[in-house]
């Protein structure tokens, strides 16, 4: 079974600033994806990032990058540039060999301070 | 395109009804993937379908059951409620093949009472 570990339940971070949000996950695939989701207020998921285990490179997309260090098992997010807007839950899920099912850690809150 | 919709939004149901939730996901994606969220559990994954057929299944106990019909749009159902079955249900849906984003839609919330 895949576990997903978000040891922060908890974040703050200045308008403008830098924040790096981590994630540890064990898993006994070689092969597997990585996602983070952003769940704002409305409680509407909203996919952040992707990463393939295979690559090396990190993923970005615009303000958001990843770090993606496989024999650590570890998936950190670093958002940069933050805006009000990013103020919400923010999950780490590995995907499950097999099908299209999501294994989400407990979250982490994000809140953007003006 | 139009993103992932789930009918009804709310719903509110009394202990030892059985309820249905609709999700119809977004067009070209044949992949319905749902999800339970409570404040207790977090988001624990359901089951999905994939042309019409099961093709994973989460923890969960057999009340809880679901089909997809041959248009992709997916129905669950979960039979003798329980106040425990109280939640936020998200419906997913993904393009065909395994381990590519889902797209969530905006999630039934359920409350038993």
């Known amino acids: 079974a895949q576990t997903v570990t978000q040891s922060q339940p908890e974040m703050s971070v200045q308008e403008a600033e830098t924040v790096t949000l981590s994630c540890t996950y064990d898993t006994s695939e070689s092969d597997y994806y990585l996602f983070w989701y952003k769940q704002p207020p409305s409680r509407q998921m909203i996919l952040v990032i992707r990463?393939?285990?295979?690559?090396?490179q990190n993923a970005t997309e615009n303000r958001f990058s990843v770090n993606f260090q496989k024999a650590a098992k570890s998936f950190s997010l670093k958002i940069s540039d933050s805006q009000l807007g990013d103020a919400a839950m923010y999950f780490c899920a590995p995907n499950q060999t097999g099908a299209n099912n999501l294994f989400f850690g407990t979250g982490t809150r994000l809140t953007v301070i003006p | 395109k139009a993103g992932v919709t789930q009918t009804p939004r709310y719903l509110i149901k009394t202990r030892g009804q059985q309820v249905t939730l609709s999700c119809s996901p977004i067009?070209?994606?044949?992949?319905v993937s749902w999800y339970q969220q409570t404040p207790g559990q977090g988001l624990q994954f359901l089951f999905e379908y994939f042309s019409e057929t099961q093709r994973n299944k989460g923890n969960f106990p057999g009340r809880f059951s679901g089909r997809q019909f041959s248009n992709s749009r997916s129905e669950m159902n979960v039979s003798t409620l329980e106040l425990g079955d109280s939640a936020l249900y998200l419906c997913a849906s993904s393009l065909a093949g395994e381990r590519l984003e889902q797209y969530f839609g905006p999630g039934t919330r359920l409350t038993v009472t």
């Open positions: 067009s070209g994606h044949r992949s």
């Open positions: 990463q393939e285990a295979y690559k090396q």
